[in-house]
C-alpha cells in the first residue's frame, strides 16, 4: 500500500485538499483524513500467523462503494445463521460518496448473500451500530448511532420474524443537537431490559457534547435520555464491564485528545455522572475492548490510539473493590498506531481473549493472539487493504462453528470477510505441523486441563481424548 503518511488530527473537517491521485478519504468523526500518492492493488500485503485461522486472501467482499462506520454479526430474520448489519457514513471525501443507506447481508447458510437484501429507507450519516431485543419482542433490533454535519438523530430499526424494519421505528431526542459517535447497549439496572448508552461529539465552533443513556422500561425506550455524564467532551468508542465484580456492569470509554480515557462506575444500578478511573493521558484514543485477557477472572480494557508516539495499549485489572486499579501492562508493536476499531474475542479456540484491530490511514488490520494469559506485542496476522479501514467484527458468517472476521472499509471495496479454519486438534503444540511432539504437548495439555485436551471435542478433557488424539494424529489432523 502507497499513502502518504496523512493521518491529521484537526478539529472538524471542512475542506479538504485533494492529493495528485485525487483520492482523499475523511474518517466517520471528521477528524482524520488520508490522502493516496497511489492507488495500489487489492490485498497489497497479507500474512498468516501461526494459530491464526484466517488465509491471506479474503474469502467473500463486496463491490459496493461504501464509507463503513461499524459491523455487527447476529441472526436477525430467526433462520439460525449469522447476518452482518453494516452501518455506512458520509463524510467531506474526494470523489463523494452517493449512497450511505446501511445495509443487512443475511447469512446462506454457507456465507453471505452476494448483495444486501436489507436497505435501510433513510440515509443517516451512522458511526456506529449495536444489535439487541430492546422491545422485548423475541427479535433483535438494530440501533444506529448517528450524526455526521446534518446532526442526524440516532434511530432504532425494530426486528421482525423476517428481520428488522426498513423504517426508523424510535428517533432519539437528545437536549441538543448530537454528532453520535458510539453505542453499547447493556442492561445498567439488572432489571431485565437493555438501556442505550451513546458518546458523542458536537461541530466547530462547539464541538463538544455529553454522554447519553436511554432507560429502557420493560421494553419501551424513552427518546429522551434519563442520564448524562458531568462533562461535555469529545467521546470515541465504549467497552461495557464489571471491573470491581459487584454483578453490574460499568462504562469505559475512549476520548479524543485534550481528555482523558475513563470509567465510568455503575453504583448498584446507578451509572456515576462523574469518572471514578482516568489513563491520566490526553492520548487520541478511538477503539475500546474488555474482556479477561490474563485469566483472572477480572475485566480487563484495551484501548486502540493514534499516532506512533502513543500506541494502543492494555489495563490489567487488579481491582478489589469499588476503586478502580488498572496498571498498562501491554503495547501494541504494530509499525503503525491508528486505530479506528478494536474488538476482543477468541480467534483461534484456544480459550482466551485475542484482539483484533484495523487501522484509519494505513488500511491495515491486525490480529495478535493471546497466549496463556498474555498478548503478543507484534501482531500474530495482518492484511493490508488498499481502502482506509474503519471497522471490525468476529462472528460465525458461514455457519461452521468456527469464529470468522469481518472487516469495513472507506472505498470501493468495502466489506471483506476471512472465514475461520476448524483448527487441527492433533497439533497440540501449535506449530502447524502434525509430529509425534504433539504427544507430549497432549499430555502437558491433560494435566492443566486445558482446552488443547479435548480431542473429542465434547468440551471435557478426559482420559478418552487420548483416545481421539491418536484417530485425530492418525487422520493427519
Not at 487489492?42 to 486472501?57: D, I, L, M, Q, S
Not at 428488522?164 to 459517535?181: D, K, M
Not at 488443547?452 to 481424548?465: E, F, K, S, V, Y
Request: aromatic fraction near 10%.
Amino acid at each position: 500500500m502507497h499513502r502518504t503518511n496523512a493521518l491529521a488530527v484537526v478539529g472538524l473537517v471542512g475542506a479538504v485538499c485533494v492529493s495528485a491521485s485525487g483520492q482523499v478519504e475523511v474518517s466517520e468523526d471528521g477528524r482524520t483524513l488520508a490522502t493516496f500518492e497511489q492507488y495500489a492493488g487489492e490485498g497489497a500485503w497479507a500474512a498468516e500467523g501461526a494459530g491464526v485461522p484466517f488465509g491471506a486472501e479474503p474469502d467473500w467482499q463486496n463491490t459496493l462503494r461504501r464509507q463503513v462506520g461499524a459491523l455487527e454479526i447476529a441472526d436477525l430474520n430467526g433462520d439460525g445463521h449469522n447476518d452482518l448489519a453494516v452501518g455506512c457514513y458520509i463524510s467531506n471525501s474526494f470523489p463523494p460518496y452517493d449512497n450511505w443507506q446501511n445495509l443487512v447481508y443475511f447469512g446462506t447458510g454457507s456465507g453471505l448473500e452476494a448483495d444486501p437484501s436489507w436497505v435501510s429507507d433513510d440515509q443517516a450519516s451512522t458511526a456506529d451500530i449495536k444489535l439487541g431485543d430492546i422491545n422485548k419482542d423475541g427479535h433483535p433490533d438494530i440501533f444506529t448511532s448517528n450524526g455526521g454535519t446534518g446532526f442526524s438523530d440516532s434511530v432504532i430499526y425494530f426486528g421482525s420474524p423476517s428481520g428488522p424494519s426498513t423504517a426508523a421505528g424510535w428517533v432519539a431526542n437528545e437536549p441538543v443537537p448530537t454528532f453520535s459517535l458510539g453505542v453499547a447497549l447493556f442492561d445498567v439496572d439488572n432489571d431485565d431490559d437493555l438501556d442505550v448508552i451513546t458518546t458523542n461529539q458536537g461541530l466547530t465552533p462547539n464541538p463538544f457534547r455529553k454522554m447519553y443513556m436511554f432507560i429502557n422500561d420493560n421494553g419501551t425506550l424513552p427518546t429522551v435520555p434519563a442520564w448524562e455524564s458531568d462533562e461535555a467532551s469529545i467521546q470515541n468508542a465504549i467497552a461495557i464491564g464489571d471491573y470491581d465484580g459487584d454483578g453490574f456492569d460499568d462504562v469505559f470509554v475512549t476520548k479524543w485528545a485534550n481528555f482523558e480515557t475513563a470509567i465510568h462506575r455503575n453504583n448498584a444500578g446507578s451509572l456515576d455522572t462523574g469518572v471514578s478511573w482516568t489513563t491520566g493521558r490526553t492520548t487520541t484514543d478511538r477503539g475500546a475492548a474488555a474482556a479477561d485477557f490474563d485469566g483472572d477472572d477480572k475485566v480487563d480494557f484495551v484501548v486502540g490510539r493514534s499516532g506512533s508516539a502513543n500506541p494502543s495499549s492494555s489495563y490489567l485489572n487488579t481491582s478489589t473493590g469499588p476503586t478502580p486499579m488498572l496498571t498498562e501492562d501491554w503495547v501494541s508493536g504494530a509499525p503503525f498506531i491508528g486505530v479506528q476499531d478494536i474488538r476482543a474475542a477468541d480467534v483461534d479456540g484456544d480459550g482466551d481473549a485475542d484482539l483484533g484491530e484495523v487501522h484509519f490511514s494505513d488500511g491495515r488490520a491486525h490480529i495478535y493472539l493471546n497466549d496463556g494469559g498474555t498478548l503478543s506485542n507484534a501482531p500474530s496476522w495482518t492484511y493490508d487493504a488498499t481502502q482506509v479501514g474503519t471497522a471490525i467484527v468476529f462472528g460465525d458468517l458461514n455457519s461452521d462453528g468456527v469464529t470468522d472476521v469481518a472487516i469495513g472499509y472507506s472505498g470501493d471495496v468495502s466489506i471483506r470477510v476471512f472465514y475461520g479454519e476448524a483448527p487441527c486438534r492433533a497439533d497440540t503444540n501449535g506449530d502447524g505441523m502434525v509430529s509425534p511432539q504433539d504427544f507430549n504437548a497432549w499430555i502437558v495439555a491433560f494435566n492443566a486441563q486445558s482446552p488443547a485436551c479435548d480431542q473429542n471435542g465434547d468440551g471435557l478433557c478426559t482420559p478418552q481424548d487420548f483416545n481421539a488424539w491418536i484417530v485425530n494424529f492418525n487422520n493427519g489432523c
